[in-house]
């Protein structure tokens, strides 16, 4: 029996130390070490808590940069800022921290990682596949937006003059910005109106006329504009002169409905020359300096795995190095000093930019289930490996200490993701007036304008190169401790179901990152923005929710037994939440099933070419096939081995 002196009200796992196998659980082999710190070696309480501490860190560490990313903040912008916390806090406290719960626990109970967790059941057992699948894209995903913003930091290091502030045509040719007297747009017109009536516009220096782009559901949420419900009467407004305002604007143009921004300097930049896209989406013609830029992240990371195998012979999970906890920050108070030196613009704007409407509420609650899952990690493997690291250092026991830590750690993460919210939504207010350029323009599952959103802040001021260089390497910084940590669960998760690769680590790790750097390239043509951004989309807003629900259904039907569940009320029971286990045992499966269902329609209105969806549906079905494939491969081993006998 295992030493309990260091936990005295925690109960044994059915699985203790003692009981595990090296060919079984692989733990010496695996990527589940951290050096020095593993008590099962024989370290002494020093060591334990050491460890168990740094742990803690690592996991907060990886929240604290998911809630860097774009996807964080553009979901905040679009959907209303005010109405998005309230509902992200809901959903925080009723989804995004239960499960996280149950998954750390599952890791500790079963001292395994995703690709073992649910070994009990053969029909479920690919789920680790799933994951291991999702997690690998994720992670090209992530490295391909840090090649991108990466190349922000080039230009922004080397260029006299910030590129994001002219203009330059297809052929990369550049030119200064024409000064057009556009009408503002006020907010003020109905749905109705925009549906049924056409907007002037310049194209090509004449006057034509196209019908307004409106991603997602909801017309007037972009940016913090959401609007208030007008009634019929009050749409006479519309044909109230509307002020003018001269806004600088570049003459390049774009068919269809995406991108939806593009002919101010700073989203000219992005797209034509950082993304080079072309109407016609083409993946055939390769973008070249995002190519090298690409190369150059997967390198990196590469180099860092190399080093971890030489230092410490084997490959680490999660060995984050404490300090990085203070970067996200740091990159916060960098950002709101930008976001808030630019207040004095926004006096007139800020009156029409926060308001509050019922209309958004569908799209408002979807963004806002789909970001508490994404910033607590949900559906990546990650806390079952957490979990599993811990139960080293509880001795094979149960952690009492888990639940207060798991809700400090919520806190945290909300309040990180508040705070970079509310720089970004500052951002767009400086950014508000190219904007209503655009007439009437929202943008749902589109995420990657929040870079060019950021230029447009930094581009003001007498540090705007320095400041520009800062951000943009923050988040670059941030993408890729994400993706180096996905590949890492990924890798643990191949180990773990064929624990004899580790003999040939290396070439595992080589296979990977070649096999990841080569499907990334799809992402650095011409037509790859629009391909990156629904990949993302499907994969965050679906395949996300729905490997959570494989979760819970293994979870309800397979670790429900009274072994489990004891286990779990004996280390809740300090802290007065024992009683809430069977309720959430069947609330939050039906929450991620409300998720799954509101992020379909969410994604099968917004106007991301279909062509790109229609792809991205490649690596969802990816996600999905796992399980009954490996379903299948458990019943013909099984047949074959009762045939045997």
């Known amino acids: 029996m295992a030493d309990t002196k260091g936990n005295s009200n925690s109960m044994e796992t059915i699985l203790t130390f003692e009981n595990r196998n090296v060919s079984q659980w692989s733990v010496v082999w695996s990527t589940s070490h951290i050096p020095g710190m593993d008590t099962g070696t024989g370290g002494g309480p020093a060591r334990r ?30 959907g209303g800022f005010f109405v998005f916390i309230i509902f992200l806090t809901l959903a925080i406290a009723l989804l995004a921290n239960p499960l996280r719960h149950f998954e750390i626990y ?86 109705y109106y925009y549906l049924q009536f056409q907007f002037p516009t310049q194209k090509n220096d004449e006057l034509t006329t196209i019908r307004p782009s409106t991603v997602g559901l909801y017309y007037g949420a972009w940016r913090n504009a959401s609007l208030k419900n007008r009634k019929l009467k009050k749409m ?179 309040l990180l993701t508040v705070l970079h919210s509310i720089n970004a939504a500052v951002c767009a207010l400086v950014d508000y007036a190219q904007v209503a350029s655009q007439e009437n323009h929202t943008i749902h599952e589109s995420t990657l304008w929040n870079i060019p959103m950021y230029s447009k802040c930094m581009s003001t001021g007498n540090y705007s190169h320095l400041m520009s260089t800062l951000t943009f390497a923050g988040l670059t910084f941030s993408y890729m401790v994400v993706a180096y940590i996905l590949l890492k669960t990924a890798l643990h998760t191949i180990f773990e179901y064929r624990v004899k690769l580790v003999f040939i680590e290396q070439l595992v790790v080589a296979i990977l990152i070649l096999c990841c750097m080569g499907l990334s390239v799809l992402f650095a043509t011409h037509g790859g923005i629009a391909l990156l951004e629904s990949v993302d989309a499907m994969m965050t807003g679906v395949a996300m929710p729905l490997i959570c629900l494989l979760e819970l259904i293994g979870l309800l039907f397979v670790y429900r037994g009274r072994d489990f569940v004891s286990d779990m009320n004996v280390a809740t029971e300090e802290n007065t939440c024992s009683s809430r286990i069977g309720t959430q045992w069947k609330i939050i499966p039906c929450i991620t099933i409300f998720t799954i269902g509101f992020k379909i329609a969410v994604i099968a209105q917004s106007e991301l070419p279909p062509h790109s969806l229609c792809l991205a549906l490649v690596p969802l079905a990816s996600v999905l096939l796992a399980v009954p494939f490996r379903a299948i491969y458990n019943a013909i081993i099984f047949i074959r081995d009762a045939k045997t006998k």
């Open 236 to 414: 006479k407004r519309v044909d109230q002169p509307r002020q003018t305002k001269q806004i600088q604007m570049c003459k390049e143009t774009y068919s269809g409905g995406f991108p939806l921004l593009f002919n101010t300097p700073a989203y000219n930049f992005f797209y034509v020359e950082v993304m080079r896209l072309r109407s016609d989406y083409n993946l055939g013609r390769v973008n070249v300096p995002l190519l090298i830029s690409l190369a150059v992240v997967w390198a990196a990371i590469w180099i860092v795995l190399i080093g971890e195998r030489i230092k410490h012979r084997r490959l680490i999970w999660n060995n984050m190095i404490s300090c990085f906890v203070v970067v996200p920050w740091l990159w916060v108070v960098l950002l709101a000093v930008m976001a808030f030196t630019n207040i004095k613009a926004m006096q007139k704007i800020l009156k029409d930019a926060f308001r509050l409407s019922a209309m958004q509420m569908m799209t408002v609650i979807a963004d806002a289930l789909e970001i508490a899952l994404y910033i607590h990690s949900a559906g990546t493997g990650t806390e079952l490996i957490h979990g599993k690291g811990l139960n080293h250092y509880a001795q094979g026991h149960i952690d009492p200490r888990l639940n207060a830590e798991n809700v400090w750690y919520s806190s945290l993460v909300l």
């Open 106 to 191: 599952l890791g500790q109970w079963s001292i395994s990682g995703p690709g073992r967790a649910f070994r009990i059941i053969p029909m479920f057992d690919g789920i680790g596949l799933a994951i291991c699948i999702y997690a690998i894209v994720r992670a090209i995903c992530c490295c391909t937006i840090a090649a991108i913003t990466a190349i922000y930091v080039m230009h922004s290091a080397a260029d006299a003059r910030l590129p994001f502030t002219y203009c330059r045509d297809f052929n990369l040719n550049t030119y200064e910005p024409i000064l057009k007297e556009k009408k503002v747009l006020r907010l003020r017109q109905t749905l």
């Open 49 to 78: 808590d050491s460890g168990r501490r740094r742990l803690r860190l690592g996991a907060l560490i990886f929240g604290s940069f998911l809630t860097m990313h774009c996807r964080v903040t553009s979901s905040a912008i679009t």
